[in-house]
């Protein structure tokens, strides 16, 4: 994977303290590949330092700052920072919304974190189809944290049609389902889901445990099954 050498040149530079010139998809790619390979912040931080030192002012990689501002619960500066980015008047990346709603979320500033939400979900296209689908999941989390049940369900039935296949959607959605007090809907859904897409053992489990509420004890057994296959 192309991800994987260049990490592997990014550490052999930063032994021998020569880092080469790399654009700007390459540092956002070396930064996605320590956020999820071992959450290395030291690491990110010299791709977002090193990155910016190659193309100063980059929207995406001082998003980046944001991003690690937002870890770190200092929403204060990381807001003046967006500040900054906005009055630019550049065109804004779909992840300055998505991080700006991340950030009023946490402050207790539902109604600004939802706009944001759709708004990243607005901005996002298929080459951000990650950011949009975090962005969905994002929103129906705002909605069940306010108890919109509805609305939730509504907005991920949405995500799936989109062709946004993942366990925890699925998974969330049937959440939705029993806290609006409409189990019925979680089985058919889950049942349906993994004939298509066997692959999401997470629901596999859940499907189990579907079972198993309604003593379907053999049903679950089988569900259970299908995660170790």
């Known amino acids: 994977e192309h991800y994987i050498e260049l990490a592997e040149k990014f550490e ?5 303290d020569a880092i080469t010139y790399k654009d700007i998809d390459d540092w956002n790619l070396l930064i996605d590949y320590y956020v999820h390979a071992d959450k290395n912040k030291t690491r990110i931080d010299q791709c977002i330092e090193y990155g910016l030192k190659q193309h100063p002012d980059d929207q995406r990689l001082t998003l980046r700052i944001v991003g690690q501002l937002y870890e770190k619960r200092e929403f204060k500066k990381a807001l003046e920072i967006l500040s900054e980015i906005q ?4 065109p804004l990346h779909p992840s300055y919304y ?3 709603g991340l950030i009023y979320d946490e402050l207790g500033k539902m109604d600004e974190a939802i706009e944001l939400y759709k708004m990243a979900i607005d901005a996002s296209d298929d080459s951000t189809g990650g950011l ?5 999941m994002n929103l129906s989390l705002a909605y069940k944290k306010l108890k919109r049940y509805q609305e939730a369900i509504d907005l991920l039935k949405v995500c799936k049609s989109r062709r946004h296949h993942s366990d925890d959607l699925v998974n969330e959605l049937c959440y939705n389902y029993e806290l609006a007090g409409q189990k019925e809907e979680c089985i058919p859904l889950l049942e349906d889901f993994l004939t298509k897409n066997p692959q999401y053992f997470k629901c596999w489990l859940t499907l189990g445990n579907c079972y198993s509420n309604i003593q379907m004890n053999e049903k679950a057994i089988e569900a259970y099954s299908k995660m170790l296959d």
């Not at 949009?132 to 969905?136: D, G, M």
């Open 87 to 90: 009055a630019k008047g550049e």
């Open 132 to 136: 949009r689908l975090q962005s969905y």
């Open 12 to 16: 052999q530079e930063l032994k021998n």
């Open 98 to 100: 998505s991080i700006k």
